[in-house]
């Protein structure tokens, strides 16, 4: 199920296809929180956070999740980018872009793609995703970063998966992110979730990985 940017919005209809980005909707009037501004959240990821099989942007998770915490959502996940997979492919890097928008919370959910790369490129793999977690966690030291299992949706399971996970896994540790585990098993036994003749989740699909997520995210105080 390897696939093939976005920018923020807070739900407003936008046609997404293959690699396209999600036109920019307007952002509802802002809700103070105790510190009197909106948080400002930024999501690494692929195709599946990037929105794809969502009939809209709006529906994808990412932004189903914002709009339920009033967040201030900053998304330029790429489909088909994975920590190696694809990273030479676009100009921009993103863990630049979610640098540069200084934000309170990054959600990561990276990982997926890189299975079409392993075993070849193991320790590439591995490097680049402590890497990037201590890029995160050295140039944006006052963000929360939470780090999310990488998501799969295919019926068979490489042993690759479980092990980018491991690699996931201790890395978050290793610069004390929260980490939210199980979410490679979501769609598990659930094909009524998945877009038509693919392995990406459809609305219903993205609805679903938004409740769990806010789930996962209530029990870290969010």
């Not at 293959?18 to 999501?43: C, I, K, M, N």
């Not at 540069?100 to 995703?129: E, W």
Request: charged share 20%; aromatic share 6%.
């Amino acid at each position: 199920m390897i696939d093939p940017a976005a920018t923020p919005s807070a739900g407003s209809p936008a046609p997404l296809s293959e690699g396209a980005v999600p036109t920019p909707v307007p952002t509802p009037a802002p809700t103070a929180d105790a510190t009197g501004q909106r948080q400002v959240v930024a999501f690494y990821g692929d195709s599946f956070t990037h929105g794809q099989g969502a009939s809209v942007s709006g529906k994808r998770w990412s932004t189903l999740v914002s709009d339920d915490h009033d967040w201030i959502e900053v998304n330029p996940s790429i489909s088909g980018l994975g920590f190696v997979k694809n990273r030479t492919r676009d100009a921009i890097d993103i863990v630049d872009t979610i640098v540069a928008a200084h934000p309170d919370i990054v959600i990561s959910t990276m990982g997926l793609n890189d299975n079409s790369v392993m075993p070849g490129s193991a320790a590439d793999v591995h490097a680049a995703i402590e890497a990037d977690f201590h890029r995160f966690a050295t140039e944006i030291p006052d963000a929360r970063f939470i780090v999310v299992e990488p998501f799969w949706s295919n019926q068979d399971r490489p042993a690759s998966v479980d092990r980018i996970i491991a690699w996931v896994k201790a890395a978050a540790s290793e610069v004390g992110a929260d980490y939210i585990p199980g979410a490679s098993h979501w769609m598990d036994g659930h094909p009524e979730l998945h877009e038509a003749g693919g392995g990406h989740p459809n609305d219903a699909g993205h609805a679903m990985i938004a409740r769990r997520m806010d789930a996962a995210l209530a029990k870290l105080g969010l």
